[in-house]
């Protein structure tokens, strides 16, 4: 498997399993499957709800395999409800609980953006948020780090985030972040963050990559392009003799991001893990670079609210 390496050492699979959206009932058999198939790397986050079944999931295969936790890459994401610091350490410590371990490889703040911490599933007018000043991201990113000192996590890092935040905690925070994870994929290219990211040592996560269609339809724009059945992947697929999945996955591992494909089937596990063995030309490339069209299946609107507290999430 391809690796990334952060500065310490420490070596991220490129590619890991997505788990947004996977249900607790079938995350179970996809676990097994995927650690059956080669992957070592497993994307989770408090607010998908299945880090319980995750972790009864790895327990079980710990104990009837010769694998152990220290084999496996564990990011998760601090949710929004607890941005405030004295939050930080119990909201990971429920992750730690659920997922049954004593340590995250990699921990995200998984937006720029705080809700009230009692709030109940997702905000509906702006009462359910805090401001930034009453929680800004840089106190939240300090007890993140904090977290770091502690030895309850490996690397600290964002997801969401756009230059302007994460220059706000290059120039003002004790560290910066390791990782930004963000929407990438060819409707979506962003290469002046590639760019940017690359000259301040921060890597990319690209979540999203084959376009999430599984999202559920509040989230879907009703006319939006699919990845998938895009005609040119498609037909770079067939000179290939590959999938439209095994491109786009290909494609994000020579731009040198890390990618997070979703699967909880064990036929395409397998088939996204192998795409590491398609070999994309240069025409393929320019083909893919033509179809950058700053589309985001994940738009953050629906975290910003009338009276200005949040806009503009992506500062675009
Ligand atoms: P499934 O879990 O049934 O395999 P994303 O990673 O962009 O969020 O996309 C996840 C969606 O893509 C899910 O609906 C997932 O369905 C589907 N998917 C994952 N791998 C493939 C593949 N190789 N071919 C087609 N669809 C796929």
Redesign the pocket.
């Known amino acids: 498997m391809e690796k990334l390496n952060f500065d310490n050492g420490d070596k991220i699979d490129i590619i890991g399993l ?1 788990t ?3 249900e607790s009932e079938e995350i179970k058999n ?1 676990i097994h499957a995927a650690l059956d198939t080669g992957y070592r790397h497993i994307d989770c986050a408090y607010v998908y709800g299945n880090e319980s079944a995750i972790g009864e999931a790895l327990q079980e295969y710990f104990s009837n395999n010769d694998l152990k936790r220290e084999d496996i890459w564990l990011t998760s994401k601090l949710w929004n409800t607890a941005h405030l610091p004295k939050h930080v350490k119990p909201a990971l410590q429920e992750t730690l609980d659920a997922l049954q371990t004593d340590y995250l490889d990699l921990y995200l703040m998984h937006w720029p953006v705080a809700f009230q911490p009692d709030l109940k599933g997702f905000p509906s007018d702006s009462d359910d948020f805090l401001s930034l000043n009453e929680a800004p991201l840089l106190d939240t990113w300090e007890a993140m780090l904090q977290l770091k000192h502690d030895g309850l996590i490996k690397h600290a890092g964002v997801s969401n985030f756009s230059e302007k935040k994460l220059r706000l905690l290059i120039d003002k925070a004790s560290e910066r972040p390791e990782m930004n994870q963000i929407e990438l ?1 060819p409707y979506l290219q962003q290469d002046d963050m590639l760019d940017f990211a690359k000259a301040k040592d921060i890597r990319l996560t690209a ?9 559920i339809p509040q989230m879907k724009a009703p006319d939006e392009p699919s990845l ?1 059945e895009n005609e040119v992947i498609k037909s770079i697929a067939d000179k290939h003799e590959a ?4 491109i786009l996955i290909k494609w994000a591992i020579d731009r040198k991001t890390v990618v ?6 064990p036929d ?2 397998r ?2 893990i192998a795409s590491l063995k398609v070999e994309l030309d240069e025409t393929d490339h320019q083909k893919i670079r033509e179809l950058d069209k700053h589309f985001r ?1 994940v738009h953050g609107k629906f975290f910003e609210t009338e009276d200005g507290k949040y806009e503009n999430i992506f500062d675009e």
């Open positions: 997505g947004w959206k996977s996809a994929h979540y999203s990559p084959l376009g999430s269609k599984d999202r998938l999938t439209p999945a095994q997070i494909p979703k699967s909880t089937n395409r596990l088939q996204n299946y």
